[in-house]
């Protein structure tokens, strides 16, 4: 009978230093996270870069598979799905909040100055009725999936590719209408004079670049 006990450990080594590099911690306690939270929280995010998939496979992860227990001081494999399900409303809460603080960090750890923002949206379906949801809508579906209720995903990245600022619209959300919204938040949110008096270049595909799109960036 063979009784050998597997937990990869590689993975998990690299994406903790990298999650000290970046305050993580630090950030989750400025927007009200527990120390178990942020365990949790931590489970959740490490779950997703280094096994993609549901809170379902992300429990399979960490409960048999990951030796990211051995790094933590109060939660131990024997987790429910439905710890990671709260975990993660948590988390989108405080999206805003843990989204500019952490690119902030990323800004002061690397000297980033603003050149370039690429910005693009792209949707996401769901396959039950979803008829209570506010944001879950009919829509043009880029996956061919007109029948499904949707989502719509933004993301600015910058020159190197690291993320600026994200949102989630309704599945029917006119895609060159959001971007006025997101530079202002982008905008709204800097505090640093040099960082406000910065105009990066703006990347766009041809459906988001309407003329009004276009006068409003010149102006």
């Not at 996270?33 to 949790?40: A, C, G, P, W």
């Not at 779950?47 to 993609?52: Q, V």
């Amino acid at each position: 009978m063979d009784f050998s006990y597997y937990r990869s450990v590689g993975a998990e080594l690299l994406t903790l230093h990298f999650w000290k590099t970046l305050k993580l911690d630090q950030i989750l306690q400025e927007c009200s996270f527990s120390e178990k939270e942020i365990e949790l929280a931590k489970i959740v995010i490490l779950g997703r870069l280094l096994s993609p998939g549901s809170e379902r496979q992300t429990l399979k992860w960490f409960n048999e598979e990951s030796s990211l227990s051995e790094f933590l001081r109060i939660v131990k494999p024997g987790l429910k799905k439905d710890v990671l399900y709260r975990i993660a409303d948590r988390i989108l809460e405080q999206k805003p909040g843990i989204e500019r603080r952490l690119r902030d960090n990323l800004k002061s750890l690397h000297s980033l100055i603003d050149q370039v923002y690429l910005y693009d949206l792209t949707n996401t379906y769901f396959e039950s009725s979803k008829r209570n949801s506010e944001i879950c809508k009919r829509g043009k579906s880029k996956e061919k999936r007109d029948d499904c209720p949707l989502v719509t995903l933004a993301l600015v990245v910058d020159q190197n590719g690291f993320p600026v600022y994200s949102r989630i619209y309704s599945g029917n959300q006119s895609e060159p209408k959001t971007l006025k919204d997101i530079l202002h938040e982008i905008y709204d949110d800097k505090e640093d004079l040099l960082d406000r008096l910065a105009r990066p270049s703006v990347i766009m595909d041809r459906g988001i670049a309407t003329k009004e799109n276009l006068a409003y960036l010149r102006k």
